[in-house]
Nanobody, 124 residues
Framework: QLQLVESGGGLVQPGGSLRLSCAAS????????IGWFRQAPGKEREGVLC????????NYADTVKGRFTISRDNAKNTVYLQMNNLKPEDTAAYYC?????????????????WGQGTQVIVSS
């Protein structure tokens, strides 16, 4: 059974940091492009960051450039989202997703497998 599981969400103050993890089971992430998406209440799901299977291509949403980074540890079959200088507008449920589509794009329909999400709340 192919499964993605996110972890690492929580409550953080503005300016703080969190690292989200996306662990895969039932398949090897090496061959997949991985994306991180988020969805705030009442809003559409939006792409945050993605990384190609080789790691050579990374795509950022403008809203997170300079604050969020993505990395992958294929040995652990895990992808990470490091979020720094968090803002209240970053509050959302965060999802990781996987696709065999080779290009790193921030379009949800391109992704085939999704995790259940982890909640991030940025508030003082």
């Amino acid at each position: 059974q192919l499964q993605l599981v996110e972890s690492g969400g929580g409550l953080v103050q503005p300016g703080g940091s969190l690292r989200l993890s996306c662990a895969a089971s039932g398949f090897t992430l090496d061959y997949y492009t991985i994306g991180w998406f988020r969805q705030a209440p009442g809003k559409e799901r939006e792409g945050v960051l993605c990384i190609s299977s080789s790691g050579s291509s990374i795509n950022y949403a403008d809203t997170v450039k300079g604050r969020f980074t993505i990395s992958r540890d294929n040995a652990k079959n895990t992808v990470y989202l490091q979020m720094n200088n968090l803002k209240p507008e970053d509050t959302a449920a965060y999802y990781c997703a996987a696709t065999k589509f080779g290009l790193c794009v921030l379009s949800p329909p391109r992704y085939d497998y999704w995790g259940q999400g982890t909640q991030v709340i940025v508030s003082s």
